[in-house]
């Protein structure tokens, strides 16, 4: 069996929000895993089944703890681009995100060209930011 090459964990319990990343990365990214959680607990027992390449986390899951999540998930899991789901388009929620170790601001409207394009950016090792 060949080795995908990528797998994406996508914590977030916003349905739609997680039903679009899906689509998009379905249509975007060749031999990609997906793999999706709707809370903290669940991505974290994910984690520990599977290394992704990219986790994108929603801060407001409903069991997690904001910044503070993402500081641990980041020092965890060094090897993985922890992207940050995000409704608010600010230079100040943007840099604090980056300085807890994020690898990119995606925001959750984004539509689907720019969101491949955002997934693309990450997984190729660069930053992803709104407008950048």
């Known amino acids: ?5 990528h797998r994406l ?11 679009a990343i899906i689509k998009v990365a379905q249509n975007h990214l060749e031999e990609a895993e997906l793999y999706k959680a709707e809370s ?4 974290l027992k994910l984690i520990e089944e599977i290394t992704p ?3 994108m986390l929603d801060l407001n899951l409903p069991d997690g703890e904001g910044v503070k999540t993402l500081q641990q998930l980041c020092s965890t899991l060094p090897e993985t681009a922890v992207v940050v789901l995000g409704n608010e388009q600010d230079a100040e929620t943007a840099a604090a995100i980056m300085a807890n170790g ?3 601001f995606i925001l959750s409207s984004l539509e689907n060209d720019p969101l491949a394009d955002a997934l ?13």
């Open 40 to 43: 903290l607990q669940q991505c």
């Open 1 to 5: 069996m060949r080795k995908p090459l």
């Open 9 to 19: 964990l996508i914590a977030t319990h916003q349905n739609n929000c997680r039903e």
């Open 102 to 104: 994020a690898a990119g």
């Open 120 to 132: 693309e950016q990450v997984l190729d090792g660069q930053v992803y930011l709104p407008n950048n």
């Open 53 to 55: 390449d990219m986790l």
